[in-house]
C-alpha cells in the first residue's frame, strides 16, 4: 500500500502546475521559518545571573537546536528551488533525490522543532503546524507527479 495518487492540485491544476507553485510555495515558506528560526536564535538572551547547572545545559540545547534549525531551513530553500526547476525540466532524478531528503528533512524537522515548542512563541508553533500540513500536501502531489512522469509514454 502506498500514498495516495492525485489527478490535480487543488481539483484545479494539473500535477506539474501544481507542484510548481506549491514548491514556490514550499519555498517562501521555507525562507520564512529561515528568518523566524534566525529571529528566535537571537533573541534567546544568556543566563548569566544563574549557577543552575541544568537550566544552563537547558539553555545550550535549545540554542544548539535553534542553530540546528536555522541552518536545515537554509538548505531547504536551496532544494525547494533545485525542486522547482526539477519539476519544469520534468527531470526524475531530481524529484526522486528531492523527495528522499524532503522525507528526512520534514521529519528530522518536526521532531526538533516539538521538542523545543515549550520555549518558542505560540506565532512560531502555529507557523511550524501550519507548513507540516502545507508539506504533507505538497509530498502528495509531488509523489504524484513523480509516479505519472514515469508512466508517461514517450513520443
Sequence with gaps: ????QLETCCCVFPLKTGNIIMGCLNSMMSFTL???MIVLTCTLEPL??????????EYTGL???SIILVLMFLAK??????????????????????????TA???????TFFLNAPHYSSGAICMEVIYICF???????LHSFYKQLNTREEV
Design 1 to 4: 500500500m502506498g500514498l495516495p
Design 105 to 111: 528533512f520534514f521529519l528530522l524537522s518536526m521532531f
Design 48 to 57: 548569566t545571573e544563574t549557577d543552575d547547572i541544568n537550566a544552563r545545559a
Design 63 to 65: 540554542y544548539a537546536m
Design 135 to 141: 508539506n504533507v500536501y505538497a509530498i502528495l502531489l
Design 77 to 102: 530553500f536551496c532544494f525547494d528551488l533545485l525542486f522547482v526547476y526539477g519539476v519544469v525540466t520534468e527531470k526524475p532524478g531530481i524529484i526522486r533525490a528531492y523527495f528522499m531528503m524532503w
Design 34 to 36: 529561515f528568518i523566524v
